[in-house]
Protein backbone atom coordinates (compact mmCIF):
# COMPACT_ATOMS: atom_id res chain seq x y z
CA UNK A 1 0.00 0.00 0.00
CA UNK A 2 0.98 3.68 -0.58
CA UNK A 3 3.25 5.28 1.45
CA UNK A 4 2.02 2.67 4.73
CA UNK A 5 4.60 2.30 7.55
CA UNK A 6 3.87 -0.95 8.38
CA UNK A 7 2.78 -3.92 6.25
CA UNK A 8 2.45 -6.84 6.44
CA UNK A 9 1.72 -9.56 3.24
CA UNK A 10 0.26 -13.19 3.77
CA UNK A 11 1.74 -14.17 7.37
CA UNK A 12 0.93 -17.53 8.72
CA UNK A 13 1.79 -18.77 12.24
CA UNK A 14 1.21 -22.59 13.40
CA UNK A 15 1.65 -23.81 16.91
CA UNK A 16 1.49 -27.67 16.41
CA UNK A 17 -1.79 -28.29 14.56
CA UNK A 18 -3.31 -24.79 15.21
CA UNK A 19 -3.14 -22.47 12.47
CA UNK A 20 -3.22 -19.13 14.56
CA UNK A 21 -2.98 -16.85 12.14
CA UNK A 22 -3.55 -17.67 8.11
CA UNK A 23 -3.11 -15.62 5.17
CA UNK A 24 -3.04 -11.98 7.42
CA UNK A 25 -2.34 -8.82 5.56
CA UNK A 26 -2.22 -5.21 6.80
CA UNK A 27 -1.30 -1.92 6.86
CA UNK A 28 -0.88 0.92 8.85
CA UNK A 29 -0.72 4.31 7.33
CA UNK A 30 1.00 7.26 9.32
CA UNK A 31 -1.79 9.52 11.12
CA UNK A 32 -4.22 6.84 11.17
CA UNK A 33 -5.36 4.19 14.23
CA UNK A 34 -6.29 0.69 13.46
CA UNK A 35 -8.49 -1.37 16.00
CA UNK A 36 -7.76 -4.58 15.73
CA UNK A 37 -10.61 -6.79 17.16
CA UNK A 38 -11.33 -9.99 17.48
CA UNK A 39 -12.27 -12.44 20.64
CA UNK A 40 -10.43 -14.55 23.09
CA UNK A 41 -7.70 -16.81 20.91
CA UNK A 42 -8.72 -14.98 17.40
CA UNK A 43 -4.91 -14.89 16.74
CA UNK A 44 -4.85 -10.50 17.57
CA UNK A 45 -1.24 -11.24 20.20
CA UNK A 46 0.12 -13.60 17.77
CA UNK A 47 -0.45 -11.05 14.76
CA UNK A 48 1.51 -8.46 16.78
CA UNK A 49 4.02 -10.65 18.08
CA UNK A 50 4.76 -11.10 14.16
CA UNK A 51 4.86 -7.56 13.18
CA UNK A 52 6.86 -6.41 16.20
CA UNK A 53 9.69 -9.22 15.07
CA UNK A 54 9.27 -11.35 18.31
CA UNK A 55 7.69 -14.28 16.54
CA UNK A 56 8.79 -15.65 13.10
CA UNK A 57 6.11 -16.15 11.04
CA UNK A 58 5.82 -19.48 8.94
CA UNK A 59 5.12 -17.64 5.92
CA UNK A 60 4.68 -13.86 4.75
CA UNK A 61 6.22 -10.85 5.52
CA UNK A 62 6.58 -7.49 7.22
CA UNK A 63 8.03 -4.21 5.98
CA UNK A 64 8.40 -1.51 8.95
CA UNK A 65 9.35 1.81 6.59
CA UNK A 66 10.24 -0.28 3.87
CA UNK A 67 12.74 -2.90 5.75
CA UNK A 68 12.21 -6.33 6.46
CA UNK A 69 12.65 -5.99 10.55
CA UNK A 70 13.76 -9.71 10.83
CA UNK A 71 16.87 -9.17 7.75
CA UNK A 72 17.17 -5.68 9.16
CA UNK A 73 16.49 -5.25 12.89
CA UNK A 74 17.81 -1.97 13.32
CA UNK A 75 14.61 -1.05 11.22
CA UNK A 76 12.70 -1.80 15.15
CA UNK A 77 13.86 1.46 16.31
CA UNK A 78 11.02 2.69 14.39
CA UNK A 79 8.30 0.88 15.98
CA UNK A 80 7.32 0.68 19.58
CA UNK A 81 5.28 -2.00 21.08
CA UNK A 82 3.04 -2.82 24.32
CA UNK A 83 2.41 -6.59 24.53
CA UNK A 84 0.15 -8.82 26.47
CA UNK A 85 1.52 -9.71 29.77
CA UNK A 86 4.59 -8.46 32.04
CA UNK A 87 7.45 -9.11 29.45
CA UNK A 88 7.77 -5.66 27.85
CA UNK A 89 10.51 -4.33 30.83
CA UNK A 90 13.10 -5.71 32.92
CA UNK A 91 11.92 -6.33 36.60
CA UNK A 92 14.86 -6.05 38.51
CA UNK A 93 15.53 -2.60 36.99
CA UNK A 94 14.06 0.71 38.16
CA UNK A 95 11.50 2.26 35.59
CA UNK A 96 14.43 5.16 34.85
CA UNK A 97 16.77 2.31 34.30
CA UNK A 98 13.98 0.49 31.95
CA UNK A 99 13.65 3.61 30.13
CA UNK A 100 17.01 5.05 29.82
CA UNK A 101 18.02 1.44 28.64
CA UNK A 102 15.42 0.88 25.74
CA UNK A 103 15.92 4.74 24.74
CA UNK A 104 19.84 4.26 24.04
CA UNK A 105 18.89 0.27 22.62
CA UNK A 106 16.77 2.21 19.90
CA UNK A 107 18.76 5.34 19.18
CA UNK A 108 18.94 7.94 21.36
CA UNK A 109 21.89 9.09 23.35
CA UNK A 110 21.75 8.73 26.81
CA UNK A 111 21.28 12.33 27.71
CA UNK A 112 18.19 12.44 25.60
CA UNK A 113 16.65 9.24 26.85
CA UNK A 114 17.36 10.32 30.55
CA UNK A 115 15.44 13.71 29.61
CA UNK A 116 12.78 11.77 28.17
CA UNK A 117 12.29 9.34 30.01
CA UNK A 118 11.90 11.51 33.49
CA UNK A 119 9.63 13.78 31.29
CA UNK A 120 7.34 10.61 30.67
CA UNK A 121 7.79 9.33 34.04
CA UNK A 122 5.94 12.96 35.12
CA UNK A 123 3.27 12.70 32.69
CA UNK A 124 2.18 9.51 33.64
CA UNK A 125 2.96 10.26 37.49
CA UNK A 126 5.41 7.58 38.08
CA UNK A 127 8.13 9.70 38.50
CA UNK A 128 8.01 9.25 42.40
CA UNK A 129 8.41 5.61 41.57
CA UNK A 130 11.63 6.15 38.93
CA UNK A 131 13.66 4.39 41.41
CA UNK A 132 11.96 1.49 42.63
CA UNK A 133 12.69 -1.73 40.95
CA UNK A 134 9.64 -2.93 38.63
CA UNK A 135 9.31 -5.99 40.32
CA UNK A 136 7.65 -3.77 43.29
CA UNK A 137 5.64 -1.59 41.76
CA UNK A 138 1.38 -2.14 41.44
CA UNK A 139 0.37 -4.00 38.01
CA UNK A 140 -0.85 -0.82 36.63
CA UNK A 141 2.27 0.59 37.25
CA UNK A 142 3.64 -2.00 35.93
CA UNK A 143 1.27 -1.36 32.30
CA UNK A 144 1.60 2.12 32.55
CA UNK A 145 5.87 1.46 32.34
CA UNK A 146 5.32 -0.89 29.40
CA UNK A 147 3.43 1.96 27.44
CA UNK A 148 6.66 4.31 28.11
CA UNK A 149 8.55 1.97 26.89
CA UNK A 150 7.05 1.82 23.95
CA UNK A 151 6.83 5.69 23.59
CA UNK A 152 10.43 6.88 24.85
CA UNK A 153 12.47 6.78 21.16
CA UNK A 154 9.32 8.06 19.59
CA UNK A 155 9.04 5.91 16.69
CA UNK A 156 6.76 6.26 14.04
CA UNK A 157 4.83 2.71 14.16
CA UNK A 158 3.19 1.77 17.28
CA UNK A 159 1.88 -1.31 18.41
CA UNK A 160 -0.85 -1.64 21.35
CA UNK A 161 -1.88 -5.12 22.38
CA UNK A 162 -4.37 -3.93 25.34
CA UNK A 163 -2.14 -1.01 26.53
CA UNK A 164 -5.35 0.24 28.66
CA UNK A 165 -5.07 -3.35 30.87
CA UNK A 166 -5.52 -2.80 34.36
CA UNK A 167 -5.39 0.72 34.55
CA UNK A 168 -7.25 3.06 36.31
CA UNK A 169 -10.22 5.19 34.93
CA UNK A 170 -7.73 8.94 34.94
CA UNK A 171 -4.89 6.76 33.31
CA UNK A 172 -6.85 4.90 30.69
CA UNK A 173 -8.30 8.38 29.51
CA UNK A 174 -4.38 9.49 29.85
CA UNK A 175 -3.78 7.07 27.45
CA UNK A 176 -6.77 7.28 24.89
CA UNK A 177 -5.35 11.06 24.80
CA UNK A 178 -2.54 10.47 24.11
CA UNK A 179 -3.01 8.10 21.34
CA UNK A 180 -5.00 10.67 19.84
CA UNK A 181 -2.24 13.48 19.98
CA UNK A 182 -0.01 10.24 18.49
CA UNK A 183 -1.99 10.08 15.77
CA UNK A 184 -2.64 13.46 15.19
CA UNK A 185 1.66 14.27 14.92
CA UNK A 186 1.35 11.76 12.28
CA UNK A 187 2.37 8.28 13.61
CA UNK A 188 0.92 5.21 12.69
CA UNK A 189 -1.13 3.34 15.17
CA UNK A 190 -2.23 -0.57 16.09
CA UNK A 191 -4.36 -0.83 18.76
CA UNK A 192 -5.77 -4.11 19.84
CA UNK A 193 -8.58 -3.89 22.61
CA UNK A 194 -11.98 -5.82 24.03
CA UNK A 195 -13.40 -2.29 25.10
CA UNK A 196 -15.02 -1.51 21.95
CA UNK A 197 -16.17 2.23 22.96
CA UNK A 198 -12.78 2.55 23.51
CA UNK A 199 -11.86 1.44 19.77
CA UNK A 200 -15.08 3.34 18.21
CA UNK A 201 -14.00 6.82 19.96
CA UNK A 202 -9.82 6.01 18.88
CA UNK A 203 -10.28 4.34 15.60
CA UNK A 204 -9.82 5.57 11.65
CA UNK A 205 -9.77 2.10 10.56
CA UNK A 206 -11.09 -1.08 11.85
CA UNK A 207 -9.66 -4.98 11.33
CA UNK A 208 -11.21 -7.58 12.76
CA UNK A 209 -9.58 -11.19 12.93
CA UNK A 210 -11.58 -14.24 13.92
CA UNK A 211 -10.20 -17.57 14.09
CA UNK A 212 -7.05 -16.55 12.74
CA UNK A 213 -8.51 -14.78 9.55
CA UNK A 214 -8.37 -10.94 9.02
CA UNK A 215 -12.64 -11.14 8.30
CA UNK A 216 -13.18 -7.24 8.29
CA UNK A 217 -10.86 -4.32 7.47
CA UNK A 218 -12.99 -1.28 6.50
CA UNK A 219 -13.23 2.64 7.52
CA UNK A 220 -14.68 3.14 10.44
CA UNK A 221 -17.39 5.36 9.36
CA UNK A 222 -18.25 3.63 6.32
CA UNK A 223 -18.83 0.37 8.45
CA UNK A 224 -21.03 1.78 10.95
CA UNK A 225 -22.69 3.62 8.15
CA UNK A 226 -22.83 0.32 6.52
CA UNK A 227 -24.37 -1.86 9.33
CA UNK A 228 -26.73 1.34 10.81
CA UNK A 229 -28.60 0.09 7.34
CA UNK A 230 -32.31 0.48 7.53
CA UNK A 231 -32.44 0.90 11.16
CA UNK A 232 -35.05 3.46 12.52
CA UNK A 233 -35.48 4.81 15.88
CA UNK A 234 -38.77 7.50 16.06
CA UNK A 235 -39.91 9.33 18.95
CA UNK A 236 -43.45 10.36 19.52
CA UNK A 237 -44.98 13.58 21.58
CA UNK A 238 -46.92 10.81 23.96
CA UNK A 239 -47.23 7.12 24.20
CA UNK A 240 -49.89 5.95 21.75
CA UNK A 241 -53.16 4.54 22.88
CA UNK A 242 -53.37 0.31 22.74
CA UNK A 243 -54.68 0.31 19.49
CA UNK A 244 -51.69 1.42 17.63
CA UNK A 245 -49.25 0.61 19.84
CA UNK A 246 -50.73 -3.32 18.94
CA UNK A 247 -50.37 -2.01 15.48
CA UNK A 248 -47.00 -1.09 15.29
CA UNK A 249 -46.28 -4.40 16.96
CA UNK A 250 -47.11 -6.28 14.28
CA UNK A 251 -45.43 -4.64 12.19
CA UNK A 252 -42.38 -5.14 14.44
CA UNK A 253 -41.50 -2.03 15.95
CA UNK A 254 -39.89 -2.72 19.19
CA UNK A 255 -39.22 -0.54 22.35
CA UNK A 256 -41.48 2.29 24.14
CA UNK A 257 -40.49 5.70 23.15
CA UNK A 258 -37.49 6.25 21.79
CA UNK A 259 -39.32 3.07 19.21
CA UNK A 260 -36.50 1.02 17.54
CA UNK A 261 -37.74 -0.19 14.16
CA UNK A 262 -35.66 -2.14 11.38
CA UNK A 263 -37.20 -2.40 7.88
CA UNK A 264 -36.34 -0.90 4.47
CA UNK A 265 -37.70 2.91 3.63
CA UNK A 266 -41.00 1.13 2.40
CA UNK A 267 -41.52 -0.02 5.71
CA UNK A 268 -40.94 2.74 7.74
CA UNK A 269 -43.73 4.58 5.72
CA UNK A 270 -46.34 1.68 6.82
CA UNK A 271 -45.30 2.14 10.44
CA UNK A 272 -45.77 6.16 9.44
CA UNK A 273 -49.47 5.07 8.29
CA UNK A 274 -50.22 3.33 11.58
CA UNK A 275 -49.03 6.32 13.71
CA UNK A 276 -50.99 8.90 11.68
CA UNK A 277 -52.09 11.52 13.04
CA UNK A 278 -50.27 10.51 16.35
CA UNK A 279 -47.50 13.83 16.35
CA UNK A 280 -44.17 12.60 15.45
CA UNK A 281 -41.33 14.48 17.82
CA UNK A 282 -38.34 12.58 16.06
CA UNK A 283 -37.87 9.84 13.17
CA UNK A 284 -34.38 9.34 12.69
CA UNK A 285 -31.86 6.62 11.33
CA UNK A 286 -30.49 5.00 14.07
CA UNK A 287 -26.50 4.45 14.32
CA UNK A 288 -24.67 1.11 14.55
CA UNK A 289 -21.63 1.53 17.09
CA UNK A 290 -19.08 -1.43 16.91
CA UNK A 291 -20.08 -3.52 19.45
CA UNK A 292 -23.24 -4.25 16.84
CA UNK A 293 -21.19 -4.53 13.94
CA UNK A 294 -18.52 -6.95 16.19
CA UNK A 295 -21.44 -9.39 17.24
CA UNK A 296 -23.24 -9.35 14.02
CA UNK A 297 -19.11 -10.24 12.05
CA UNK A 298 -18.14 -12.72 14.67
CA UNK A 299 -20.25 -12.89 18.03
CA UNK A 300 -22.52 -16.01 17.21
CA UNK A 301 -20.14 -17.66 15.38
N1 LIG B 1 3.19 -20.08 21.97
C1 LIG B 1 2.05 -20.68 21.69
N2 LIG B 1 1.97 -22.02 21.63
C2 LIG B 1 0.81 -22.64 21.31
N3 LIG B 1 -0.33 -22.00 21.02
C3 LIG B 1 -0.32 -20.66 21.07
C4 LIG B 1 0.86 -19.94 21.41
N4 LIG B 1 0.56 -18.62 21.37
C5 LIG B 1 -0.74 -18.53 21.03
N5 LIG B 1 -1.28 -19.75 20.85
C6 LIG B 1 -2.65 -20.03 20.44
O1 LIG B 1 -2.94 -19.25 19.29
C7 LIG B 1 -4.27 -18.78 19.31
C8 LIG B 1 -4.26 -17.28 19.16
O2 LIG B 1 -3.74 -16.72 20.34
P1 LIG B 1 -3.55 -15.14 20.53
O3 LIG B 1 -2.83 -14.94 21.79
O4 LIG B 1 -2.95 -14.60 19.29
O5 LIG B 1 -5.08 -14.67 20.64
P2 LIG B 1 -5.65 -13.20 20.94
O6 LIG B 1 -6.49 -12.82 19.78
O7 LIG B 1 -4.54 -12.29 21.32
O8 LIG B 1 -6.62 -13.49 22.17
P3 LIG B 1 -6.91 -12.60 23.50
O9 LIG B 1 -8.02 -11.68 23.14
O10 LIG B 1 -7.36 -13.63 24.47
O11 LIG B 1 -5.66 -11.91 23.91
C9 LIG B 1 -4.87 -19.29 20.60
O12 LIG B 1 -5.61 -20.45 20.34
C10 LIG B 1 -3.67 -19.61 21.46
O13 LIG B 1 -3.94 -20.62 22.37
MG1 LIG C 1 -4.08 -11.26 23.02
Redesign the pocket.
Known amino acids: MENALLEAHGLH ?1 R ?2 A ?1 E ?2 RNVSLSLRPGEVLAFL ?12 ILSSL ?1 LPDRGEVRLLGKDPFKDPWALRHLGAVL ?1 GNRNVYWRLTPLENLVYFGVARGLCLASARKRALALLEEYGLLEKAQVEVRHLSRGMQQKLALLQALIHDPEVLLL ?2 PTLGLDVETALLVQEKVRALARAGKALLL ?1 T ?1 QLEVAEALADRVAI ?1 HR ?1 EVVLVEDKERLLARFAGNHYVLELESSPPPAVLARLRALGVEGEGPFLFRGDGEALWQVLEALRPLPLRRVARAEADLLEVFLKVVGHA
Open positions: KFGLAVGKNGAGKTTTVKLEDETHIG
